[in-house]
């Protein structure tokens, strides 16, 4: 799967982006989709993730209530939809695939290329 992730751009705070993540090669549907997040000198973390179907989202405490994590199967796509952004939310965003439902980075298998989201005033 080779996952091509785009959206990101600078917000002010209180402000909203949505992060597209266009999938190809294997198939999209069977995998499950995350999306990570790496401030400067911070390790990467986890943001959302959710199952095939789209209908079981995972979500890190950090930003539940104010992300939302979709997947269309038929456009081979993900997205993740940012509101009421934070400064503390700036960071590169990774959209990765895994075979499974999972939270760490080392569980994916497959990652694109990071898109930088800055909130900032």
């Known amino acids: 799967v080779q996952l091509q992730a785009s959206g990101g751009g600078l917000v002010q705070p209180g402000g909203s982006l949505r992060l597209s993540c266009a999938a190809s090669g294997r198939t999209f549907s069977g995998y499950y989709m995350g999306w990570f997040r790496q401030a400067p000198g911070k390790e990467r973390e986890f943001v959302a993730a959710?199952?095939?179907?789209?209908?079981?989202?995972v979500y890190a405490h950090s930003v539940k209530g104010r992300f939302l994590i979709s997947r269309d199967n038929a456009k081979i796509t993900a997205y993740l939809q940012m509101n009421s952004l934070k400064p503390e939310d700036t960071a590169v965003y990774y959209c990765?695939?895994?075979?499974?439902?999972?939270?760490?980075?080392?569980?994916?298998?497959?990652w694109g290329q990071g898109t930088l989201v800055t909130v900032s005033s």
């Open positions: 990765a695939a895994a075979p499974s439902l999972a939270t760490t980075p080392e569980e994916y298998n497959y």
């Open positions: 959710v199952n095939w179907s789209g209908k079981i989202p």
